[in-house]
C-alpha cells in the first residue's frame, strides 16, 4: 500500500469524523451541564466497532459478492429497477429537506419544529448505558449507506496489493482517525470544564447548520448517481 493511498485514506477518515454520528452527537454530549466521560467514551466505541464489523463484511465479501452479485445486476430489468430506485432517491431528497419540512408545517398551521426531549434522554449525563448503545447504533445504521468516503475507502483498501491482516489493520486505523476529533474534543473538554462550553455551543451550532440539509443532498446525489447509471446502460444494451 502506497503513501498516496495511505494519505488518501487519511483525508477521507477526516471527512467522515465529521458526520452527525462521529461528531455533531458527541458535541452535543459534552454540551451537557455534567459531562458524563463513560456515556461519550461508550457512544464512540459502539460506533466505531459498527464501522469496523461493516468493513470486515465488506472487506471480506466484496469479491464474492461481485462475482455472485454482478451478472445478476447487469440484466435489463435490474437497470430499470436501478433507474427507479434513483428517480426515487431524487425525489426523496426533495422531500427530506429541511427547508420543505419547514414549509409542509407552516401550511399545516403548525409551529417550527421543537427539539424534543430525546436530546436529554439520549444524550445526557443521566443517559442509561443501552440507550447511549442504541443511539450509536442507530446513528451508524443511517449513515452508512451514505457515508461515501467510508464506502469508497474500503474500496481503496480492498484494491490494495496487501494481505488480510494489513487490510484489516488499515480499517481498525481508519476509523481510529473518524473518532480521534471526538476524542481530542472530549479530553479538552473534561480538562477546561464550563469555560470551554460557550465554544463548544458555538461549534455544535456552526455544524448544525452546515449539516441540517446533507442528509437529503446525500440521499439525491446518490440518486442521480444510480439513474445516470443505469439510462447508460439501458442505452448501451
Known amino acids: ?23 455533531v452527537l458527541p458535541l452535543m454530549m459534552l454540551l451537557s451541564p455534567r459531562v458524563r466521560t463513560r456515556n461519550v467514551v461508550v457512544h464512540l466505541l459502539t460506533l466505531g466497532l459498527f464501522y469496523v464489523g461493516v468493513g470486515v463484511l465488506l472487506l471480506l465479501g ?58 436529554s434522554r439520549a444524550l445526557g449525563a443521566d443517559a442509561r448505558l443501552p440507550v447511549v448503545v442504541g443511539v450509536a447504533l442507530a446513528a451508524g445504521a443511517v449513515e452508512v449507506a451514505s457515508m461515501l468516503p467510508y464506502l469508497g475507502a474500503v474500496g481503496l483498501i480492498v484494491a490494495s496489493d496487501t494481505g488480510l491482516g494489513t487490510r484489516l489493520a488499515v480499517l481498525g486505523g481508519y476509523v481510529l482517525v473518524m473518532l480521534l476529533p471526538a476524542l481530542v474534543l472530549l479530553v479538552v473538554r473534561v480538562a477546561g470544564g464550563q469555560r470551554l462550553e460557550p465554544r463548544l455551543a458555538r461549534v455544535e451550532a456552526w455544524l448544525a447548520r452546515r ?27
Open 1 to 23: 500500500m502506497t503513501l498516496a493511498v495511505l494519505g488518501a485514506l487519511v483525508g477521507l477518515a477526516l471527512v467522515d469524523s465529521t458526520s452527525f454520528g462521529t461528531l
Open 211 to 237: 449539516t441540517s440539509g446533507a442528509g437529503a443532498w446525500v440521499v439525491g446525489i446518490i440518486g442521480v448517481l444510480l439513474g445516470l447509471d443505469a439510462l447508460s446502460a439501458l442505452r448501451a444494451a
Open 62 to 119: 466484496a469479491e464474492a459478492a461481485l462475482a455472485v452479485v454482478g451478472p445478476l445486476l447487469d440484466t435489463r430489468a435490474a437497470r430499470i429497477a436501478q433507474l427507479g430506485l434513483g428517480v426515487g432517491l431524487v425525489v426523496l431528497s426533495f422531500v427530506l429537506d429541511p427547508k420543505a419540512v419547514a414549509g409542509r408545517r407552516a401550511r399545516r398551521g403548525l409551529p417550527p419544529a421543537a427539539p424534543s426531549r430525546w436530546r
